[in-house]
C-alpha cells in the first residue's frame, strides 16, 4: 500500500493551538487509523484532532486559518470517493458528537450532532412513529454528519428524495473559525456569512441562465455544488450540504422526519429486453413508488450460476429484474397499489410477481442481497473496485447507461456487477480488477474517463449519492464544463479564500488524477 499523497499540506506547526481542549495526535498508529476508508483510496493524515465540542472546533479552524494547514473532517468514513481522507489534519467529528439531542413529534424535526449515525436518529424517531427517509446501505454505521456532506440517498430516494430536503438548519463553523446557524427559509444577517453569501449571489446572478441551461436534468445528484437550488431556495442549507466539508464544517444540525408507513408491499418485475425495462421505470414513477431498484443481467447470472439459494427462481435470458415497493397506510391500500402496478405492466414487464407478506417480501429481497457473498467468491485474485460506482443519468437515458457500461468494461475484459436505483436513473458497478496485471491502474483510469465522458453525453454526473470526494474531483469538468466549474470555483472562494478545508475534494488541486491516491500498489 502507498501512503504517499501528491499534493501534501504545508508542515504542520510545532503545536496545536493553546485554547484546543481535545485529543491531538500525530503518532504513526493514530494516523493509519484515519489513512483509509470504504473506498479505494488512501491519505496518511499529518496528524489526528478530536475536538472536545463545538467551540472546539472553531479554535481549531482559527488556528488552521492562521498557519494555513488543510483540515480534513471526518466521522464514520464509511464514505467511498475519498472525501473523508486527506493530508493536513484528519479531524474527528464523531467521537465527541454522537448526540441525537431531542424529536419534536408534533413539529416533525429532531436534533442532531454530527456524529450521531442515522441507525441511532431512527431508533429514537421511531418512538414516535417517525423516521429520516434517505436511507443509505450503510445507514446503522453512517453519520449524519457524512450524510448531510454527501447529500446522501438510498432506495427510497424515489419517493422522498435525497438528504437535502431533509436538513433544516446546519451549524457550522466557517474557514476562518467563526460559527453560525443558518435555517431554511431565514434570511442569513450573520455578518461573516452575509458577506459570503453576497458573492456567492452575485455569481449567481451573473450566470443564472447558464445554471439553468447546462445543469443536468437528473432526479438526484451528489456532484458539485447545488447552485441550481440554491437559485431557486436562497438557503445557504441548501449550498452547504453536499459540500463535503469544503465550505464549513457541520457541527450540529436540525433535520425533518416523516411519519413510518404504516404497510408496505414489494413486486418483482422480470424482463428480457432492456429496452422495455427502461420504458417500464418511466411507467412506475408515475405511480409513486417507494423503491425502484434494478439488477442487471450481469448480477442476475452470478446469482443464477452461484451456490446462494436466491430464495425466487431466476429464470435464463433475463436482461433485468425490478424490485419495485409500495406504502401505504392500510395492507389493503398496498394491495390496490400493487395491483394497479400488475396491470400497468401488463404487455411490458415479462413476469410480475407480488409479496405482501413481510415473509414474502424477505425472500424477494434475498434475490437482490444474494450477490453480495458471491461477488467476493467470484473475484478470486481479483479486487472488487468501486472507481465508477455512482453514476446517474435522466431515466429515459437509464438502458443507454447500461449498455456503455457493459460495453466499456467489456472491452477492457474487466467482469462487473451492476445493479442500483432505477427510479432515480442510478447505477452501482463492482469492477473485479487485476491487480497483478501490469498497468492496471492506467488501464483503471482510462475506464474513469470514457465512462465520465458517456455519463456527460447523456446528459447525467458521475456522483448521485456518494459525493464527488478525491476520486471524482478530476472529472468534475469534463461533466459541468468549464463555465460552471468556474462557478463552483467561486463559491469555494468566498467560503474558503484560504483553501485549508478539505483541498482537493470537490474541485481537483493542479495535476490531481482520480486514482493517484489508489490504495493497492501497481504491479512493475
Request: glycine residues 10%.
Amino acid at each position: 500500500m502507498s501512503s504517499a499523497d501528491p499534493h501534501p499540506s504545508p508542515a504542520l506547526p510545532a503545536a496545536p493551538p493553546e485554547e484546543f481542549r481535545g485529543e491531538w495526535g500525530v503518532d504513526a498508529l493514530r494516523r493509519e487509523g484515519f489513512a483509509e476508508h470504504s473506498g479505494i483510496l488512501r491519505a496518511l493524515p499529518a496528524a489526528v484532532a478530536v475536538p472536545a465540542d463545538a467551540d472546539d472546533v472553531a479554535q481549531l479552524v482559527a488556528w488552521a486559518a492562521r498557519h494555513r494547514v488543510a483540515l480534513v473532517p471526518r466521522a464514520a468514513g464509511t464514505g467511498m470517493p475519498g472525501g473523508n481522507i486527506g493530508p493536513g489534519v484528519a479531524v474527528d467529528l464523531r467521537t465527541s458528537f454522537t448526540e441525537v439531542g431531542w424529536v419534536d413529534a408534533d413539529g416533525r424535526r429532531a436534533r442532531v450532532l454530527p456524529g450521531a449515525t442515522l441507525g441511532q436518529l431512527n431508533a429514537s424517531a421511531a418512538e414516535e412513529g417517525l423516521h429520516f427517509p434517505p436511507d443509505p446501505s450503510s445507514a446503522v454505521r453512517a453519520t449524519m454528519g457524512g450524510i448531510i456532506a454527501n447529500n446522501s440517498a438510498g432506495s427510497h430516494t424515489v419517493r422522498y428524495g435525497s438528504a437535502r430536503r431533509w436538513i433544516d438548519s446546519l451549524d457550522v463553523v466557517l474557514a476562518d473559525g467563526t460559527s453560525v446557524t443558518t435555517t431554511r427559509g431565514v434570511r442569513d444577517e450573520h455578518p461573516r456569512l452575509r458577506a459570503i453569501l453576497d458573492r456567492v449571489d452575485a455569481v449567481v446572478a451573473e450566470n443564472r441562465a447558464l445554471i439553468a441551461a447546462r445543469w443536468p436534468r437528473v432526479r438526484k445528484n451528489s456532484s458539485g455544488y447545488a447552485l441550481r437550488e440554491y437559485a431557486e431556495s436562497g438557503d445557504a442549507v441548501d449550498l452547504l450540504v453536499g459540500s463535503e466539508g469544503t465550505l464549513a464544517l457541520v457541527v450540529g444540525a436540525t433535520v425533518r422526519l416523516a411519519p413510518l408507513p404504516a404497510a408496505r408491499g414489494l413486486a418483482l418485475l422480470e424482463f428480457t429486453d432492456l429496452e422495455a425495462a427502461g420504458a417500464a421505470v418511466r411507467r412506475i414513477l408515475e405511480l409513486d413508488p417507494s423503491t425502484c431498484e434494478m439488477i442487471d443481467r450481469t448480477f442476475i447470472d452470478l446469482v443464477r450460476v452461484g451456490d446462494e439459494d436466491p430464495g425466487y427462481p431466476l429464470r435464463e435470458g433475463l436482461e433485468a429484474i425490478l424490485f419495485v415497493e409500495m406504502e401505504g397506510d392500510t395492507d389493503a391500500e398496498v394491495a390496490r397499489r400493487l395491483d394497479a402496478l400488475r396491470t400497468a405492466m401488463a404487455g411490458v414487464a415479462t413476469h410480475v410477481s407480488l409479496a405482501a407478506t413481510e415473509e414474502e417480501q424477505e425472500r424477494f429481497w434475498h434475490v437482490r442481497h444474494a450477490a453480495s457473498p458471491l461477488i467476493a467468491k467470484l473475484a478470486g485474485d481479483r479486487v472488487s473496485m468501486q472507481f465508477i460506482e455512482d453514476g446517474v443519468v435522466p431515466v429515459d437515458r437509464l438502458p443507454d447507461y447500461v449498455r456503455l457500461l457493459r460495453q466499456t468494461l467489456g472491452r477492457h475484459g474487466l467482469p462487473a456487477v451492476i445493479f442500483g436505483h432505477a427510479g432515480d436513473g442510478h447505477l452501482h458497478v463492482n469492477p473485479l480488477v487485476d491487480i497483478a496485471k501490469p498497468g492496471w491502474r492506467d488501464e483503471a483510469e482510462a475506464i474513469v474517463y470514457e465512462i465520465a465522458n458517456g455519463v456527460a453525453a447523456l446528459g447525467g454526473t458521475m456522483a448521485g449519492e456518494h459525493g464527488d470526494g478525491r476520486l471524482r474531483a478530476p472529472l468534475l469538468e469534463t461533466i459541468w464544463g468549464a463555465e460552471l466549474v468556474a462557478c463552483f470555483r467561486a463559491v469555494k472562494a468566498a467560503f474558503d479564500p484560504l483553501g485549508i478545508l478539505n483541498p482537493g475534494v470537490i474541485l481537483p488541486l493542479p495535476g490531481q488524477r482520480p486514482l493517484d491516491a489508489i490504495k493497492y500498489a501497481q504491479s512493475a
